[in-house]
T-cell receptor, first 113, second 110 residues
């Protein structure tokens, strides 16, 4: 069975600092990988996705993630965060195109001024 | 823009009541999903559907059922609500490559 581990439940960071949110997954087959963001009192919004091809994926709001097959990781990065990036971030994996997602527990990013 | 709507943002029910959570999408997506979200647990799949009148159990189906009579509508039913079903419920639909989420329904069972 697939599983997703987000290694940090909360990440505090100062504004304009870089940030990395870590995600590891377990699967013996090829997977599709996603990062979603949830702002307070809202649903989830897709940040970026890896389906195939280049292992460096660029998403919205200046975020990017790198797929590392040997380490089964898909860490999310941003070189300079803003207060408005404060939200909860979820990593998710799917084995089949259009199929169900398995989510990590989430990482709360708190950006401080 | 894809739009996924859920019938209520907040809902308060009593133990033992039958509860209906409605989800509607306007993009003719075939696949629809119901998740519950709890702090520290992320999102867990309750049920999903690949087509009208078709349903499959997710990871935590106990205490829930679903209905999909029309392609655009996917309903989650709590036959007899219990306090441990107090949670945030999120609906999603997909054309195949990413899931689009509704705003969620925060259900409190007293």
């Amino acid at each position: 069975a697939q599983s997703v581990t987000q290694l940090d439940s909360q990440v505090p960071v100062f504004e304009e600092a870089p940030v990395e949110l870590r995600c590891n997954y377990s699967s013996s087959v090829s997977v599709y990988l996603f990062w979603y963001v949830q702002y307070p009192n809202q649903g989830l919004q897709l940040l970026l996705k890896y389906l195939s091809g280049s292992t460096l994926v660029k998403g919205i709001n200046g975020f990017e993630a790198e797929f590392n097959k040997s380490q089964t990781s898909f860490h999310l990065r941003k070189p300079s965060v803003h207060i408005s990036d404060t939200a909860e971030y979820f990593c998710a994996v799917s084995m089949e195109y259009g199929n169900k997602l398995v989510f990590g527990a989430g990482t709360i990013l708190r950006v401080k001024s | 823009d894809v739009k996924v709507t859920q019938s209520s943002r907040y809902l308060v029910k009593r133990t033992g009541e039958k509860v209906f959570l409605e989800c509607v999408q306007d993009m003719d997506h075939e696949n629809m999903f119901w998740y519950r979200q709890d702090p520290g647990l992320g999102l867990r799949l309750i049920y999903f559907s690949y087509d009208v009148k078709m349903k499959e159990k997710g990871d935590i189906p106990e205490g829930y059922s679903v209905s999909r009579e029309k392609k655009e509508r996917f309903s989650l039913i709590l036959e007899s609500a219990s306090t441990n079903q107090t949670s945030m419920y999120l609906c999603a639909s997909t054309p195949g490559n990413e899931q689009f989420f509704g705003p969620g329904t925060r259900l409190t069972v007293l």
